[in-house]
C-alpha cells in the first residue's frame, strides 16, 4: 500500500514559482509512475507531468511545457514538481498519484492510477 503525500501549495502572483513535492509513503516494490494531476472547479481532472519511479521518461501537459518540471529529489525521497511562470489558468488543486498507467499517453489517465495523495491547492491571483 502506497501513500502519496503532497506540500508546497500556496498563493501566488501571475509569472511567480512554486514547488511542489510528492512523498511516497509505504512499499514501492511495484511503483512505475509517479505523475501530477490538476483539478480546477467546474474541470476534469487532467495530468500535468509524470515520470517514472527510477528518474527515467517525463511527459508533460502541453500547457505547461517550458514552465513546468518534473524531476526526484534524491535528498528529501520526493518528487518535486517546478512550477514557473504561473498563470491564472494553473490555479487548481494538484494531485499527486502513483501506480502503473503502462506506457505513453497512457500517464495522463487518472482512472489507471492506484494512489492518490489528499490534494494541495495552488492559486495565482495578484
Known amino acids: 500500500q502506497l501513500q502519496p503525500v503532497e506540500s508546497g501549495g500556496g498563493l501566488v502572483e501571475p509569472g511567480g514559482s512554486l514547488r511542489l513535492s510528492c512523498a511516497v509513503r509505504?512499499?514501492?516494490?511495484?511503483?512505475?509512475?509517479v505523475a501530477w494531476f490538476r483539478q480546477a472547479p467546474g474541470k476534469e481532472r487532467e495530468g500535468v507531468a509524470s515520470?517514472?519511479?527510477?528518474?527515467?521518461?517525463?511527459y508533460y501537459a502541453d500547457s505547461v511545457k517550458g514552465r513546468f518540471s518534473i524531476f526526484r529529489n534524491f535528498a528529501k525521497n520526493t518528487w518535486d514538481l517546478q512550477m514557473n511562470r504561473l498563470m491564472p489558468e494553473d490555479a487548481a488543486i494538484y494531485y499527486c498519484?502513483?501506480?502503473?498507467?503502462?506506457?505513453?499517453?497512457?500517464?495522463?489517465?487518472?482512472?489507471?492510477?492506484?494512489?492518490w495523495g489528499q490534494g494541495t491547492q495552488v492559486t495565482v491571483s495578484e
Open positions: 509505504g512499499f514501492a516494490h511495484d511503483l512505475y509512475v
Open positions: 498519484a502513483a501506480g502503473d498507467p503502462g506506457y505513453g499517453e497512457r500517464w495522463r489517465r487518472a482512472d489507471l492510477y492506484d494512489y
Open positions: 515520470m517514472s519511479s527510477g528518474g527515467g521518461s517525463t
